[in-house]
């Protein structure tokens, strides 16, 4: 059966400000919602069409959660039949307990984010562990900012090592995400000493693939990943080109596997690069899956501390 990972963005606003997002300040970016052009009612018909399809849904924005109608598609979505295990949302879990009420399901893995500024440890761990429950949580993502980690080693006194180990208790995975404006900043002048510092939770291979120098290669982007844009047009990273109409239940994948030069901004892009053997189905937990796998051999236990 063909297979598809669709990405969704169902607003581009958020409830929290993070200094250190690189999407800049919520009140900045476009205020148009997913739910614009067409209601619910019509994006849950419009995934009936691809019934003959296996389906895995990628959200993120801005704050998915944010809309009252994401939670009414959801439900519908992870019902059906096509739509796959492994659908990733990333999320700074505010709205958890609404989550576990109105769109419970095994079937998503949530990249629960951990923004320090806006939720207390307790807040984060309480959130994060009711979800689990559920078993919707891929994984814990935390960004290696300046402002989060002074806020962890000032207001709670514990290294990055502590908090993984607090998340580890519930059987959660913690990433530690290399702040891009200081790890994708070659003119950062401690760039060395913070990508070893990253490089005790990441892979080098992993880093090398999200930030290393892009080289042309082949890649199955256009081939099974699609954006799906507000007005249904479905798009892809790797050209300009329209792949179908989601209201229409048309999916025109590429003929041929294309070559791309552009870097990979994210982690759910590369695997579809045919340069690395990441799985590029159910991509968080092979994500974690790799990189635990990876942080069984690695020895070092070292801080990072700003001036
Ligand atoms: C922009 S957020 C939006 C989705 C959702 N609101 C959230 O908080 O996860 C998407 C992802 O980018 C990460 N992120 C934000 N700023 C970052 C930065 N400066 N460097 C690395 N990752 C960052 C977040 O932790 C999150 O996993």
Redesign the pocket.
């Known amino acids: 059966m063909e297979k598809y990972l669709l990405r969704f963005v169902p607003t581009m606003k958020?409830n929290?400000n993070?200094d250190?997002?690189?999407?800049g300040k919520s009140v900045d970016r476009a205020a148009e919602t997913m739910f614009d052009h067409h209601s619910v009612n019509e994006w849950i018909e419009a995934m009936k069409l691809y019934s003959d399809k296996e389906i895995e849904i990628y959200m993120?924005?801005?704050?998915p959660f944010l809309l009252d109608d994401t939670y009414t598609l959801l439900k519908a979505w992870l019902a059906m039949d096509h739509i796959t295990e492994g659908c990733r949302i990333?999320?700074?879990v505010y709205f958890a307990d609404k989550i576990a009420e109105r769109c419970p399901s095994n079937k998503l893995k949530l990249?629960c984010?951990y923004?320090m500024q806006h939720h207390t440890l307790e807040d984060e761990f309480k959130k994060v562990k009711k979800l689990k429950k559920l078993d919707m949580v891929g994984m814990v993502?935390f960004?290696a900012?300046e402002s989060n980690l002074r806020q962890l080693r000032e207001e709670y006194h514990m290294s990055i090592h502590d908090l993984i180990d607090k998340f580890a208790e519930i059987g959660v995975f913690m990433n530690v995400?290399?702040?891009?404006?200081l790890a994708n900043n070659e003119k950062y002048e401690r760039r060395d000493e913070y990508m070893d510092f990253i490089l005790q939770f990441i892979s080098p291979r992993e880093w090398e693939l999200l930030r290393g120098k892009s080289k042309k290669c082949k890649c199955d982007a256009g081939k099974h990943f699609f954006t799906v844009n507000n007005d249904g047009r479905l798009t892809s990273c790797i050209d300009d080109a329209v792949y179908g109409d989601f209201f229409k239940g048309e999916i025109t994948p590429a003929k041929r596997v294309k070559k791309c030069k552009k870097g990979c901004q994210s982690l759910i892009s590369y695997p579809w690069r045919q340069d690395n053997e990441c799985n590029p189905w159910n991509s968080l937990l092979e994500y974690v899956k790799r990189n635990e796998e990876y942080r069984k051999n690695v020895q070092t236990k070292i801080d990072f501390i700003f001036d």
């Open positions: 958020c929290f993070c250190y997002c690189f999407l993120w924005g801005g704050e990333d999320t700074n990249n984010s923004h993502n960004v900012s995400a290399g702040d891009f404006a």
